[in-house]
């Protein structure tokens, strides 16, 4: 018998419980499987948007290749707002940006345009290497075509560590001088570049050193 009243006891005891927690447990179990598969949709989500924005970049790039076709800038610029409005937070909308800009720049002669589509492209790069400088240079270069000097200095300038792009960075910098009519302040970024070229001597930046009275011998 009293192996049997504690049988009642540990199975009334069970029930008491499950009345006093019952409630908060089921709670719990559905949270727990609510953020499991909260987690897999955005997972999901984040998968789904990576496919169709990489899908639209390659529409970007067959329309930028596309010569023959007559409304090529206007297909090129509706595709990459497309990219900058709809997938604003993943880097093929930075890529696309670079390509319009790339187009504003060479074929359409707007580099004020030009340095509207990088300004963002280097807002959302961040300091991510080497993106972030790929837009900085392509940012000062148009900054530097629409003639705004100093700002494209300041872009180029303001790099904590420019890596691979300082020869770069330092020759555009002798560019802008030289635009604004310091030979002697160019001619020392030109020669700074040519220490920072890890690839050697370039045959480009050796032409604006000699149009500066520079030998290659110096």
Do not use: C
């Not at 009334?12 to 719990?28: C, E, R, V």
């Not at 001088?177 to 970024?189: F, I, N, T, V």
């Amino acid at each position: 018998m009293a192996e049997i009243r504690t049988e009642e006891e540990t199975v009334q005891a069970i029930k008491d419980w499950w009345k006093k927690n019952g409630s908060s447990l089921l709670i719990g179990i559905a949270a727990a499987l609510a953020i499991v598969f909260g987690w897999q949709a955005w997972q999901n989500h984040q998968m789904q948007q990576r496919t169709e924005a990489a899908s639209q970049f390659a529409d970007l790039i067959n329309a930028y290749s596309d010569e023959s076709d007559e409304n090529r800038a206007e297909t090129v610029a509706y595709v990459a707002e497309n990219l900058r409005e709809e997938y604003s937070d993943s880097a093929f909308a930075i890529y696309g940006m670079l390509m319009l800009a790339r187009q504003q720049v060479m074929d359409q002669g707007d580099p004020e345009a030009a340095i509207e589509s990088l300004t963002w492209a280097q807002e959302k790069a961040g300091e991510s290497r080497p993106l972030a400088l790929v837009v900085r240079n392509r940012l000062a270069r148009a900054q530097f075509a629409a003639e705004q000097y100093e700002t494209a200095l300041s872009t180029i300038e303001n790099v904590d560590d420019a890596g691979s792009f300082s020869a770069i960075f330092t020759e555009l910098k002798g560019d802008i001088l030289l635009a604004q009519g310091d030979r002697d302040a160019a001619r020392e970024a030109y020669l700074a570049a040519r220490e920072q070229n890890q690839q050697g001597r370039s045959g480009i930046l050796e032409l604006k050193l000699s149009d500066l009275g520079v030998g290659e011998g110096a």
